[in-house]
């Protein structure tokens, strides 16, 4: 513990010294970055402390009212009519509300009728919609506004089709096919006379001399037009996972539907028609087994058959007449059925019976069975006509709807085919198992499926004793089986015709399940359809929003077969009875089909003939509005005979029984088993249950229950669960004041109702859920109205506040947690949320709005304005009792009854904070858990006291009184340290209250004292602030803080709640115009920053103070951007965007449209300019990587780490320039020179951040007040300027145009992405972040907190994002994109060119100026080089040449490559497509001229840099235009013709000279574009040019970098080398003749190690060059700087050819040049380099790693070839190219080159003999050919390496016969060798090279024996000495050595040769030489078997033996033969035997 105390206090000590040192070093530096801002002295109070903030109401006091000019007055203070109170009608669905009418209403049924029809009360906040919480930016809205962009022209885009693009309207010969322009010659070598080319427009008074201020603001009114208004909607939207502000308004309530499905009934046919049939229509969920909907009755007969029910009939009413019917289901299953189910009017017979005629008949038959049929007709109709109010269950049938809705796409269901005809459900089988597997109900939805027409063919006769709905479940569950039972039996045929589809959205004629019409319903004659109400298969929460009141009854089973008598076809008839009296049965039931709308008794269906019946009935009852004590369902039981028997009644009533409906004042419902008496119930039974034996009765079965009857109650009156039966009774006893009062057993007296209530508020959150939720918004009233107005018992106030608030907090509880899946992303409930904003009401309040007059008054005023008290004494409020005391109560009897009352009521906003303060922990966290609820309500009964009360005029510091204000104050403290403890247990939690707190404060924003609202959010502040401290995990914190910033500055009034436009301290005088700034500015150097300037751009305390809540975002982006910022990588991104978000609101708010109010509002984020310049070392930087080579090739980077990094990330080296020193070669310049440890501390920014923060600085910069920028830079130091030049150096490379390719290419999405992990892979590589904070924010990848999964809702988590991650976009929207893109990189570099206009007015007079117009002038050069649109390039040249003739200085007399830069720039321009970029660059270029002409009459300087950037361009550029630059020269020319000015000098020839010099250029140019396939060809064009240029070192440097950079791209990295070692050694020459330093390279002689070919560079001699000349090696490469960079460029190129021995070389002579400057730091990094190569080649000395290449020599022969024509070259190509590939590759390219037959391949190595060749054929010859080495140049060429480097002799070999064929016999085979030299060695700075000597000698067969010989014995030495041995490869050499089989093998060689002693002298020699080979290669058989027996394992012990065996024979048979000795061995050589195995001594072939 004491260490762990010790190590902080330690921490502590270490801190303030840190900072007091950073303190010291930001005064000595001021305005370095390093600096932490955290302390920085200059803001007063630290970053890390929020200061006090202005009183805002007593600000705003003390201005006088007109203070502010026009616009800007808005901004001053919110608007009157902020709040408003809206009633809105409530929608109801039906056209008419389906209210009881007129009846004497209970209490509970009149309150619950009045919530169903009151309107909603709304509290509005009129401007609130302009919140970025309420309107959010998307993707969708910025596209919106994208609409009707300009679309920008980029010279890229119009490179693809040369006519695209404005091309030059003005003149129609300009495509770049016209003939005028391009007359070719042959080459096109000739010269064009420029003369006759077409000049482009001239610029219209370029020539005229203007004054500089002239200019200028020409330039600024051009660039101000047509600019968008918005930079922001440029941009993509802000994150949505960031926008944690986001809200929606809540949907208000409304009734609760599933999906639904529309049934319609067509048909139904059967084979035979005789009578009437009824259909039933309802669903069933297998699964749940459970009935679903309410049943659907239906009526397909004829209307003649129909009129066999006339007797019975009354006129049906149009209700009952539906056939279609409209099913919700809210859990959508695969086992759900429809249950068709029909009846007939009941007949004689049972149902087997009945059925036979329908199963036996059949339609084709009907002639034959007249009789039969008419018998049966008969019969019907008799029956119809005496029994046609009885029914009978007749058959039965299902659908299985999952089949309809997964394959309604499939199959055309309208089944007339044979196939079909079986029941629907047999399409299960054939449809597949999909759904008997999906287990969930995800696998069906009923929503989207195509509709169908179903033909239903079999049904199944129904079985007397399976009709309950158990036996159908059984049926059901049975028939989804592949082998039903039902199968089997015999079906009825039938056709029933359904149609099943997706039901409309609003359908018309459309009934409720009340029968009311639905809106819309044109004509009440149209016939319905009508909706079915569900019974969902479990619970559905949702609140009741109408009336409605049904019951059902269900008759199950009745067991009469212990009753006597004649009891058998038995029907129940139900009535609904008010009282005892047969005449008070209610019409209430509701009527099936083709009958009346309601009637007063149903019956069921009749089963024939059976004592103990079950039923399947469904009876629907309307429940009257007030069921009394009297009101019962009574059932009478009847015996029904069928037969008409004389004397025998058609009903007899055979039983009684009932059920009275009100229980203790509640519904009853639920499953009844019944007794059944005998006889009429005795009178006033009703009261009572069949339960009771009543003295007299007769029971069936004594008494026991035989009527099985189950009621349901569907109802939004009758809650029907205990605990909320008993609250609604109890309060409304106590509203109506009916004492005493029964409630079950107990009375309530006035003495016990209040613990009762009690009792009854507690046992609320034992209610069950779905009633709860159902009806939540009667509860809430009650308890509202429980809090407020507290009820009165026997003249005393109960005060119940607190029973009711907790109450509250648990139902609100309990409601989320039934509906926890529906809850947004804040964990809010939907249903609350709309209960608070719709429903939610002061209770006793009514709000009526009398015709535009503000709402009535209706509570009076508090305590301070009695006076204006109500006349009604209900609603007034005593002035003498405090509102919120809760142990305050009136003595009994002081006042009457209606008094007290009044002095009762509360305000619920007092009440719930003054409850929630002292509430207990319990209840506490129950209400923390859902802190916004009460939070809303609190801001709600606020805003409703405020507009009821009409207190919105009165001041906002008089509004609520203290003590209300002291309870939130404790509030906010109190939930807001609950946020900061729970950060660590429950992240979830944590940030839900934050969020909630949030709003909350920004809620009182619009109510309350704002002053005071800034207090609570400081005290917050504070108390986050004490905790970081201790936290151990800062960055949750930091998050949390974060976000609650972000949600306060969503405020729709944000801008006016930071108090914009006033002064910050005495108001500082604002100059307008710019030319007086530019008067004051004089002062730039001399005078002290002005402080108040200052403090508007810095974080400073008074900044602070009066912008609060801006001043809190930008600290919070501040801190987050500090280089130790903890957690960082997530808080950029938290913090940039909640700016960015912001920022895009004020962009699409059209409060802010105006330029001056952007302007006011801009000023509140000035700031954010000195944060982004201090960020910028850990900016990503933009300028840097691949986009960038092609670019800015030309003046590649003086210490480019690695290969080619670009010079475009040069950034101006101001600072050095300052300091006046020589850079230290490689120290990467930057403007701002910090000291370079800080430079890159702290965690990178990534990409996508770094964008938008770039994205903001612009915004400032485009809407701020363009006077005040320039008074703020005027003031910065030197380093802070630079760095803001830097700043928009990135601006510009962030937003660059990546033209239409790139995002076809790629998809924004895996972009920013990719970029994003890129960052933070550097990050993890580099080490900027610590091992533990890798693993921390990994840990916490998208929430700060800990692993993602717990937080359920988090929108962040789910992975895809809707909108701008589809990755296959339409070609539409990628032109949408690229337009934007193009819109936005425009409008960017046109900010970036504004701001630098300001800097450059405000240098004018300062004494550094010299150094920051060069950096101001290089951002200017990069952006001419980036892509940039025509548009920007128009303004952005125009700056340019104002700025040249403003300070031509800049360009002619510092030593810069600025010149060589802009002229590089500009010839590019003179080469575009688009004629207004040419216009306006020839413009630059010809005053470029002009000026240095003027200063020193000659422009050497212009001249040498145009010359050397034009062969530059056309090196580099692959689609480079010459036509287009030609024009532009045109047009050049014709300025100088027509410059009067200059008339008298020699300036207009000097021009000519040069246009037509550049002219020649561009004429190789054009031979370069005819070669441009053909790689070889390029190189060497490119080798010619740069070879005459022998004498211009400038020149010749530029294309071997061309070369080089051509190579690269190529592949060949060693020739790219080799370019680079030669433009090195061109260098150290220059630099030799300049000055003798030691450190340096003598010259080219250095460089020969490296390569001998490099002598050729020391051409240059004094005579040729004068180092003096004016632009003569004034390139920056000519420097040591240049030479280090060249040189560092050749290791690259090595190491990535893997050719590190010539690395080390390289660096020889680098390293001398590091050591002479003590650069240590690039030391280090060589030395890295040199130790990465040497271990190289150690891990891959054998060579076998790094092939180098293979050389083949190709000759050409024919004319076709031109200069090539019987040129013989060696090829160097990539390792391992097979002789086919480049004999095919050479055959493709000259075939394309010279069409189809022409091209041949010599396909043998002999001597071309070109006599015999066809002249019109072109001839290719190919061979493949190794380096050769004489024996004394192997001594030095040991390594792999050696052999493979400096090559200039090669060797092919041809074998020959005497007869020509080129193989034969032994004794006959003869070989050719062939050596050939090279002019140059290889590797060279191209990869070709002509053949310069070649020389021939032929073996005779004998000495081709001694090498195949010596040959083979290498190969077996080679293979015994490998280290590590290689078993498989000894095996393989020994076994074609030794082996028997070989066919001209060793054995074969020594019998030709060796067999007898050769006659001739001469070859004596090569006899014994041949000798002594085999005598060697017996020896090393013996090795290499001695070495496999070691190797071998014992399974290769016989393979061994037999090789040893093979070994024995060949050593016997050769023997003989090798003992021979020659005669004549041991004499002296004849003097004429040359020595012929000696190079010198080969036979010469004559050649």
Not at 1173 to 1183: E, G, K, M, S
């Amino acid at each position: 513990m004491a260490a762990a105390e010790r190590r902080a206090f330690a921490h502590k000590i270490n801190r303030t010294v840190a900072a007091e040192v950073r303190k010291q070093v930001s005064r000595e530096r001021s305005g370095s970055p390093s600096s932490s801002r955290r302390c920085s002295s200059s803001l007063g109070v630290p970053l890390t402390e929020v200061v006090e903030p202005l009183d805002f109401e007593d600000v705003l006091l003390s201005r006088p009212p007109d203070a502010e000019p026009g616009p800007l007055r808005d901004l001053v203070e919110f608007p009157a009519d902020d709040l408003e109170l809206l009633l809105q009608p409530r929608e109801c669905r039906t056209t008419e509300p389906g209210i009881p009418k007129d009846e004497k209403l209970d209490a509970q049924v009149r309150a619950a009728v009045e919530m169903y029809i009151e309107d909603w009360v709304i509290v509005h906040r009129r401007y609130q919609y302009l919140s970025a919480a309420y309107s959010p930016i998307t993707t969708e809205t910025q596209r919106e506004r994208q609409k009707g962009l300009p679309r920008q022209v980029f010279e890229q885009d119009a490179s693809g089709d040369e006519r695209s693009g404005p091309e030059d309207s003005n003149d129609s010969r300009c495509g770049s096919g016209s003939p005028e322009d391009t007359p070719r010659s042959s080459g096109a070598s000739s010269i064009f006379d420029l003369r006759n080319l077409a000049a482009d427009s001239l610029l219209p008074s370029l020539l005229e001399r203007v004054a500089p201020e002239d200019v200028d603001r020409r330039n600024e009114s051009l660039r101000r037009q047509h600019r968008p208004p918005a930079l922001l909607t440029l941009y993509p939207a802000p994150d949505e996972d960031e926008a944690v502000e986001r809200c929606s308004r809540p949907e208000p309530p409304r009734e609760h539907f599933g999906q639904r499905i529309l049934v319609k009934c067509l048909s139904l046919k059967f084979e035979i028609e005789i009578e009437p049939i009824f259909g039933i229509l309802a669903l069933y969920d297998v699964r749940e087994k459970k009935k679903i909907s309410e049943n659907f009755y239906f009526d397909l007969n004829s209307d003649s058959i129909k009129g066999l029910l006339r007797a019975h009939g009354t006129h049906p009413a149009i209700s009952t007449l539906a056939r279609s019917a409209i099913f919700s289901v809210t859990y959508p299953s695969p086992d759900i059925f429809l249950v068709i189910k029909l009846e007939k009017v009941l007949q004689q017979g049972d149902i087997s019976e009945c059925c036979e005629p329908y199963m036996v008949m059949k339609e084709v038959d009907t002639a034959k069975n007249k009789e039969k049929l008419e018998k049966l007709r008969l019969a019907a109709e008799q029956f119809c006509t005496r029994l046609g109010r009885y029914r009978m269950p007749f058959a039965w049938t299902a659908v299985h709807l999952a089949n309809i809705v997964s394959s309604a796409g499939q199959l055309d269901r309208d089944s007339d085919s044979e196939g079909e005809r079986r029941p629907a459900w047999t399409d299960r089988r054939r449809r597949g198992p999909q759904d008997r597997t999906s287990s969930g109900d995800e696998a069906c939805s009923f929503s989207g499926f195509r509709p169908a027409t179903l033909t239903v063919t079999n049904f199944f006769k129904q079985e007397a004793e399976r009709l309950s709905d158990e036996d159908l479940f059984k049926f059901l569950a049975d028939m989804r089986r592949p082998s039903s039972l039902l199968r089997r039996l015999r079906p009825v045929t039938a056709q029933l015709k359904i149609d099943i589809s997706p039901a409309p959205e609003n359908p018309h004629f459309c009934l409720s399940p009340e029968l009311l019409h639905i809106k819309p319903y044109p004509d009440p004659r149209g016939r319905p359809t009508k909706e079915i109400l569900e019974f969902p298969a479990r619970e559905v929460y949702a609140p009741h929003t109408s009336y409605r009141n049904l019951l059902y009854v269900y008759p199950h089973s009745l067991n009469f077969s212990s009753r006597q008598g004649s009891v058998r076809n038995l029907a129940v008839r139900v009535q609904y009875m008010t009282g005892e009296d047969p005449s008070q049965a209610l019409p209430v039931i509701f009527g099936k089909s083709s009958c009346s709308e309601f009637t007063r008794e149903a019956f069921t269906p009749v089963v024939y003939h059976n004592k103990s019946p079950e039923f399947y009935e469904e009876f629907k009852l309307h429940l009257p509005a007030c069921v009394t004590e009297n009101h019962h369902l009574l059932f009478t039981f009847y015996h029904v005979s069928c037969q008409p028997r004389p004397g025998t009644a058609l009903e007899t009533p055979v039983g009684f029984t009932w059920i009275p409906l009100l229980q203790h004042g509640r519904l009853r419902t639920g499953p009844f088993c019944l007794p059944v008496s005998v006889d009429q119930p005795p009178p006033s039974y009703s009261v009572l249950t069949p339960d009771v034996a009543l003295p007299g009765m007769r029971w069936v079965d004594g008494h026991k229950g035989v009527f099985s009857v189950e009621l349901t109650a569907v109802s939004s009156v009758h809650p029907q669960d205990p605990h909320l039966d008993k609250f609604f009774t109890l309060v409304h006893v106590l509203e109506e004041g009916a004492f005493p009062f029964r409630l079950k057993d107990a009375v309530l007296s006035e003495g016990n109702v209040e613990q009762e209530l009690r009792a009854s508020l507690a046992a609320l959150r034992l209610a069950s859920p779905e009633p709860l939720v159902a009806f939540s918004h009667h509860v809430l009233d009650k308890l509202v109205r429980l809090v407020v107005r507290p009820p009165i018992i026997s003249g005393q106030i109960v005060n119940l506040g607190r029973g009711a608030f907790e109450a509250m907090a648990h139902v609100v509880s309990l409601v989320h947690r039934s509906l926890e899946a529906a809850q947004d992303a804040r964990g809010h409930c939907p249903q609350l949320a709309a209960y608070i904003h719709y429903a939610f009401r002061l209770p006793g309040t009514e709000p009526s709005l009398p015709d535009g007059a503000p709402p009535v008054t209706v509570q009076a005023a508090t305590l301070a304005r009695g006076s204006g008290r109500p006349i009604s004494l209900y609603l007034a409020r005593s002035k003498s009792i405090s509102s919120s005391n809760p142990d305050l109560a009136v003595a009994p009897g002081s006042v009457d009854d209606e008094v007290s009352r009044i002095l009762a009521s509360k305000l619920l906003h007092e009440e719930l904070a003054l409850q929630w303060v002292v509430s207990s922990s319990a209840v506490r966290e129950a209400i923390l858990q859902h802190a916004w609820f009460f939070f809303q309500l609190m801001v709600k009964s606020m805003a409703l006291h405020l507009l009821l009360g009409q207190r919105l005029d009165t001041p906002r510091k008089l509004r609520f009184p203290g003590r209300f204000l002291d309870d939130i104050t404790a509030l906010v403290g109190s939930v807001g340290l609950e946020v900061i403890t729970r950060v660590h247990k429950d992240v979830e939690l944590a940030e839900r209250l934050n969020a909630s707190l949030a709003f909350f404060l920004s809620d009182l924003l619009s109510l309350v004292d704002r002053g005071f609202v800034f207090s609570l959010v400081r005290a917050h502040y504070k108390q986050v602030a004490t905790r970081l401290q201790s936290s151990p995990n800062p960055a949750a914190l930091l998050t949390l803080r974060m976000e609650f910033t972000r949600i306060l500055c969503s405020h729709e009034h944000y801008v006016t709640l930071n108090l914009p436009c006033c002064p910050l301290s005495p108001p500082a005088s604002p100059s307008p115009s710019v030319s007086s700034t530019t008067s004051q500015s004089s002062t730039f150097s001399s005078q002290a920053p002005d402080p108040k300037v200052t403090s508007m751009f810095e974080l400073s305390g008074p900044f602070r103070q009066q912008h609060f809540l801006a001043g809190l975002l930008l600290t919070e982006l501040a801190l987050a951007l500090e280089p130790e910022a903890e957690g960082a990588f997530l808080l950029h991104k938290k913090a940039i965007s909640a700016v960015h978000s912001l920022l895009c609101g004020h962009d699409t708010d059209p409060r802010y449209a105006e330029a001056t109010v952007k302007a006011c509002v801009a000023e509140l984020y000035l700031p954010l300019l000195s944060i982004a310049r201090d960020t910028l070392p850990r900016l990503h930087d933009f300028a840097e990587g691949p986009g960038q080579r092609s670019r800015l090739a030309s003046m590649l980077d003086s210490d480019t780490e690695g290969e080619g990094d670009i010079a475009g990330t040069i950034n101006p080296s101001v600072a050095m320039a300052i300091a006046g020193g020589p850079l230290a070669p490689g120290s990467r310049a930057s403007i701002s020179q910090g000291p370079p440890t800080a430079s890159r501390a702290g965690c990178a920014l990534s990409a996508e951040s770094s964008r938008t923060l770039l994205a903001c600085v612009l915004w400032v910069l485009k809407n701020a007040e363009p006077a005040l920028l320039q008074h703020w830079a005027t003031d910065l130091t030197l380093p802070q300027l630079g760095r803001l030049l830097d700043l928009l150096y990135l601006c510009l490379a962030a937003f660059e145009y990546k033209g239409k390719k790139a995002f076809e290419r790629i998809n924004s999405l895996t972009f920013k992405k990719s970029l994003d992990m890129k960052a933070r892979l550097e990050e993890a590589i580099l080490g900027t972040i610590g091992a533990r904070q890798e693993m921390v924010r990994r840990s916490r990848e998208r929430s700060p907190f800990g692993n993602p999964e717990n937080v359920r809702w988090r929108k962040s988590i789910t992975h895809w994002k809707q909108t701008s991650d589809r990755v296959d976009k339409t070609k539409d929207e990628m032109e949408h994109e690229a337009l934007v893109e193009g819109n936005l990189a425009t409008e960017a570099s046109l900010v970036v060119l504004d701001t630098l206009e300001i800097i450059v007015q405000t240098v004018m007079l300062s004494e550094a100026r010299e150094s920051i117009l060069g950096a101001v002038l290089k951002v200017v050069l990069y952006s001419l080089g980036s892509a940039q649109s025509a548009l920007f390039l128009q303004h952005g040249l125009a700056t340019q040449r104002a700025l040249v003739s403003k300070f031509p200085e800049l360009l002619f007399e510092e030593d810069t490559e600025l010149c060589a830069d802009l002229c590089l720039r500009l010839l590019r321009h003179c080469g575009s497509r688009i004629s207004t970029i040419r216009t306006h660059a020839s413009a630059s270029l010809y005053l470029l001229m002009r000026q240095n002409f003027e200063i020193g009459h000659n422009f050497a300087r212009v001249k040498m840099q145009v010359t050397m950037s034009l062969s530059s361009l056309v090196g580099t550029t692959q689609n480079f235009s010459e036509e287009h630059l030609r024009r532009s020269l045109k047009t050049i020319l014709t300025y100088a013709e027509e410059d009067v000015g200059l008339r008298d000098s020699t300036f207009a020839e000097q021009v000519q000279d040069l246009m037509f010099n550049l002219h020649m250029i561009l004429t190789d140019t054009v031979k370069m574009k005819e070669h441009q396939e053909d790689p070889e060809m390029l190189i060497d064009l490119m080798y010619r040019i740069a070879r005459g240029y022998q004498g211009s070192p400038d020149l010749r440097l530029t294309w071997l970098q061309n070369m080089a950079g051509k190579h690269a791209e190529l592949g060949n990295h060693a020739e790219a080398a080799q370019c680079m070692v030669h433009a090195a050694a061109l260098v150290a020459e220059y630099l030799a003749l300049l000055e003798d330093h030691r450190h340096l390279p003598v010259g080219c002689v250095s460089f020969q190690n490296i390569s001998s070919n490099v002598l050729e560079e020391s051409a240059i001699s004094d005579d040729i060059l004068s180092p003096d000349e004016e632009g003569f090696c004034s390139g920056k490469h000519f420097t040591e700087l240049g030479l280090v960079g060249l040189l560092e460029q050749a290791a690259g190129y090595f190491t990535m050819g893997g050719l590190y021995e010539a690395v080390n070389e390289v660096y020889k002579n680098l390293i001398p040049i590091l050591e002479a400057h003590r650069d240590y730091k690039k030391l280090a990094a060589v030395h890295g380099k040199l130790q990465e190569a040497f271990t190289k080649i150690m891990h891959q000395s054998s060579g076998w790693e790094r092939v180098f290449g293979t050389y083949f020599r190709v000759g050409f022969y024919g004319t076709r070839f031109g200069d090539l024509d019987e040129q013989e070259f060696v090829y160097k190509e990539p390792s391992i190219t097979k002789l086919a590939e480049i004999s095919h590759r050479l055959e493709e390219f000259y075939t394309e080159r010279f069409g189809d037959d022409v091209v041949e391949i010599i396909k043998d190595s002999n001597p071309v003999d070109k006599s015999k060749l066809d002249a019109q054929k072109a001839y290719i010859q190919i061979t493949y050919v190794e380096p050769y080495f004489d024996t004394y140049e192997l001594k030095d060429r040991v390594t792999y390496f050696d052999r493979n480097y400096g090559l200039r002799t090669f060797l092919f070999c041809t074998p020959f016969t005497p007869d020509g064929r080129a193989h034969g016999e032994l004794p006959e085979q003869h070989k050719r060798k062939t050596l050939l030299s090279t002019d140059h060695a290889f590797p060279y700075i191209k990869t070709r090279i002509r053949v310069c000597h070649r020389e021939e000698t032929v073996l005779t067969p004998v000495e081709v024996a001694i090498e195949d010989m010596q040959k083979k014995t290498r190969e077996l030495a080679f293979a015994t000495e490998q280290d590590p041995p290689d078993a498989k490869m000894l095996q393989m050499v020994l076994q074609g050595s030794v082996g028997p089989t070989v066919n001209q093998g060793p054995l074969e060689v020594a019998q030709v040769f060796l067999a007898e002693i050769p006659e001739d002298p001469k070859l004596f020699r090569h006899h014994n030489k041949l000798r002594l080979c085999f005598k060697d290669f017996c020896k090393k058989c013996e090795d290499a078997l001695r070495k496999n027996k070691a190797l071998i394992g014992p399974d290769q012990k016989e393979y061994h033996r037999e090789l040893e065996r093979n070994y024995c024979r060949l050593r016997e048979a050769l023997q003989p033969l090798l003992t021979q000795r020659l005669p004549q061995l041991l004499a002296p050589t004849p003097p004429g035997l040359r020595n012929s195995l000696n190079r010198a001594s080969f036979r010469k072939a004559d050649l």
